[in-house]
């Protein structure tokens, strides 16, 4: 099983090769906001994914390996952003229209949300767990 780890790619050149342009814009943007609320520049993990940080994560079942806490990527239909703990839910409902789904949120164009509440929510989800190892049953 191929497992998604950092690759030592240049971002900008990741980046700079969207082909929407405002899901390019949108994305370089977003990618500034999460470096300013982690405090950390971003990585590459595998092809497609910008990530920011690290934790440890290990399963009853013994597999384990490390992940970014917080991450994004620029997907045809909307810029993703990861977080492996969660979102606030007072937060996601001050940030403007966006949908999530388990650990992701989706935004549709960035112009559409509260920039302030997008950092916050990065803010919150990287400290839950950069830095940390997380065990499941």
């Known amino acids: 099983m191929a497992r998604t780890v950092p690759t030592g790619a240049s971002v900008g050149d990741f980046l700079a090769a969207v082909p929407d342009p ?10 500034a ?3 300013e609320a982690t405090g950390l520049a971003p990585a590459m993990w ?3 994914i910008i990530g920011f940080g690290t934790y ?7 597999q384990e390996g490390d992940w970014p806490p917080v991450a994004l990527s620029p997907r045809k ?3 993703t952003i990861y977080a492996i703990a969660g979102f606030d839910e007072d937060l ?17 164009r960035l112009a559409d949300v509260d920039a302030d509440v997008l950092r916050a929510l990065v803010a919150v989800a990287f400290r839950k ?4 190892t997380r065990t499941a049953d």
């Not at 996601?92 to 549709?108: D, E, N, Q």
């Not at 767990?129 to 940390?132: A, E, N, R, V, Y």
């Open 92 to 108: 996601l409902a001050r940030l403007g229209p966006h949908r999530t789904g388990r650990s992701c949120l989706y935004v549709r």
């Open 33 to 35: 906001l999460m470096a």
């Open 77 to 79: 239909t909307a810029l």
């Open 56 to 62: 440890h994560y290990r399963y009853a079942s013994g």
């Open 22 to 31: 405002r899901r390019r814009a949108d994305a370089q943007t977003a990618c």
């Open 46 to 48: 595998g092809d497609s």
């Open 129 to 132: 767990l950069h830095g940390k």
